[in-house]
Nanobody
Framework: QVHVVESGGGLVQAGGSLRLSCSASGPPGGRYGMGWFRQAPGKEREFVSA????????YYADSVKGRFTMSRADAENTAYLQMNNVKPDDTAVYYC??????????????????WGQGTQVTVSS
């Protein structure tokens, strides 16, 4: 079992920055691929960003490329999403997810086995 907790959401003005954090706790020694998804009111959950278990590759949705940066802490299952130049369209609940057993297709929700409860990000215009 892996427990996933997000933090760092809040209210930010358009053009501002926000940093989300995600911590995944599980059996000692485990290293996991991690991803961020978001869901806006009335819309389906969508992929935002992902990072491989060792941090050697990152993936981004076209809508956030050049504005968001995902990283992870060395030797830990802790990931970050640095959000710069945010836009009102970025308003959503952001979910962190952990891939343990699923296929290595980190841009798809079906790759992930454990999900956090989500953190609200609201961007005012």
């Amino acid at each position: 079992q892996v427990h996933v907790v997000e933090s760092g959401g809040g209210l930010v003005q358009a053009g501002g920055s926000l940093r989300l954090s995600c911590s995944a706790s599980g059996p000692p020694g485990g290293r996991y691929g991690m991803g961020w998804f978001r869901q806006a009111p009335g819309k389906e959950r969508e992929f935002v960003s992902a990072i491989t278990w060792n941090g050697d590759r990152t993936y981004y949705a076209d809508s956030v490329k050049g504005r968001f940066t995902m990283s992870r802490a060395d030797a830990e299952n802790t990931a970050y999403l640095q959000m710069n130049n945010v836009k009102p369209d970025d308003t959503a609940v952001y979910y962190c997810a952990v891939a343990v057993f699923g296929p290595p297709i980190l841009m798809e929700a079906r790759a992930y086995d454990y999900w956090g409860q989500g953190t609200q990000v609201t961007v005012s215009s």
